[in-house]
């Protein structure tokens, strides 16, 4: 049986990446989507009758649940087709008044999330199976007000450049997708919540389409390419990023 696993499908761009998978990769038997809530992951499924899904209820913060998801796999022996790592979260305060669980939670599902999730796929993968990982332009720099969570980002972005030629070895294919701004719950609660004025700021910057930029990402990591990061303006904050030291940069940056 060949599956797509998807993770934060329930909602924003995991939602979106659904529906990409089911128009585009019609010879995938079963699409596993994975997110905190049950009734949430029915909801996407319900959408599309024609296919088949398992709806995989986890809290990708705690360990145990993992555990289940690697319970879950290994009764089932799935040919593992495609996995989108997608599930994030952001808290966008300064780090010494950060509780604590939001800290933990943007490690558990920003960076141990997708690390394990990967490691318990890949044995279920074969050479011509893929995997796109989600990451974010907050990887290319650090940034004031998002330090956990760009550097979560940044350890997506280097986990993801060495594992793509690691796993070009045996034939799968890895592509880190780096979006900016995309009008998600993410957005709502962090950007339009916010009452620091550099967070609010991160409102003017340009928008994506997520039906566009799933479709390409998806078309990208079947061709091969490593890093993906859509928009104009994207790619060229990408590319100051590469030129200006991280040491000046990080004293601007705010998020
Ligand atoms: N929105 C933006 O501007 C940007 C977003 N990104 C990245 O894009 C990805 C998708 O984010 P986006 O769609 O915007 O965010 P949303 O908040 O809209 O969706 C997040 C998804 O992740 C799931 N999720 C969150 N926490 C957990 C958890 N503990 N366990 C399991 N699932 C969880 C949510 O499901 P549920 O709540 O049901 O558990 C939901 O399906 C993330 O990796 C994010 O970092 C990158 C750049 C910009
Ligand atoms: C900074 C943001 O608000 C966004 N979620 C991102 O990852 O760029």
């Known amino acids: 049986m060949s599956v797509a696993i998807i993770t934060g499908a329930s909602a924003g761009l995991g939602k979106e990446y659904v529906d990409a998978v089911v128009e585009q990769f019609p010879q995938i038997h079963e699409l596993w989507i994975i997110s905190r809530h049950e009734n949430a992951l029915q909801k996407v499924a319900d959408q599309y009758p024609q296919r088949e899904f398992k709806l ?10 993992l555990q289940k998801f690697s319970d879950t796999i290994s ?3 799935p040919d593992v087709k495609l996995l989108i790592n997608n599930a994030g979260y952001i808290n966008s305060e300064a780090f010494a008044k950060q509780d604590y669980d939001k800290q933990r939670m943007m490690i558990g599902v920003n960076v141990i999330a997708p690390t394990l999730i990967t490691k318990i796929v890949l044995k279920y993968m074969k050479p011509s199976s893929l995997i796109v990982n989600v990451c ?8 004031q007000g998002q330090s956990i969570y760009s550097s979560t980002k940044a350890y997506v972005y280097s986990l993801s450049l060495s594992l793509h ?4 070895k045996l034939g799968i294919k890895l592509l880190v997708m780096c979006p900016g701004n995309m009008k ?5 609660y962090n950007a339009l919540n916010a009452t620091n004025k550099s967070t609010q700021a ?10 566009v930029i ?15 990061t859509p928009g104009l303006f994207y790619k060229t904050y990408r590319g100051v990023t590469k ?8 004293r601007f940056l705010k998020g």
């Open 214 to 228: 799933t479709r390409k990402s998806l078309s990208l990591v079947q061709k091969g390419h490593i890093v993906y």
């Open 243 to 250: 030129m200006l030291p991280h040491t000046i940069l990080s």
């Open 136 to 143: 974010s332009t907050s990887a290319f720099a650090p940034v």
């Open 184 to 188: 998600t719950n993410m957005y709502q």
């Open 75 to 77: 009764k089932f022996n």
């Open 56 to 65: 995989i209820p986890l809290d990708l913060n705690e360990d145990a649940d």
């Open 202 to 211: 991160i409102g003017y910057l340009p928008f994506l389409d997520l039906h």
């Open 165 to 168: 030629w690691e796993l070009k």
